[in-house]
């Protein structure tokens, strides 16, 4: 049970006219994290998608606390929080370079087979390999916290 780390920089065409990053970026953050974490478990998309399946996304909140500026580093966390049989929650975490929490978020995904859209189950090696970076919701909340 860990958490996928990654520092994502941060562009001057990122930034907002509120001189803040804009809340689209981290949007685009979390799909960076999604694609690495798939990667880290041997699941890269461009590979799972030659065996007829993709993911998708079907639902993303974001509590911003802080705002992010040019010139900040991001320290970005992602994991998984929840894994049923089709789908799972991923729970993000966007710290500044002092450590303060400047958003929270999550997805929900699922992977469907590309030829009918149709929901695919996760098999047991997936699973397996999903649980490297499942954290259960009660210790999410924790791990949200630390």
Known sequence: MKKLHFEPPIYTFQIDFMRHVSNIVYVQWMEIGRSML???IGMP?????????????????I?????LYLGDQVKAEVWLSEL??????????????VGEVCAIG????LFVYLATGRPKRITPDERTRFEEYFIPEASSQQAAAT
Do not use: M
């Open 38 to 40: 798939l990667d880290a």
């Open 106 to 109: 999550r997805q929900r995904g």
């Open 45 to 61: 998309v461009a590979q799972i998608a030659t065996q007829g399946f993709g993911p998708v996304l079907v639902e993303t909140n």
């Open 84 to 97: 049923s049989h089709a789908s799972a929650w991923l729970a993000f975490r966007f710290l500044n370079g």
């Open 63 to 67: 509590s911003y606390k802080k705002p």
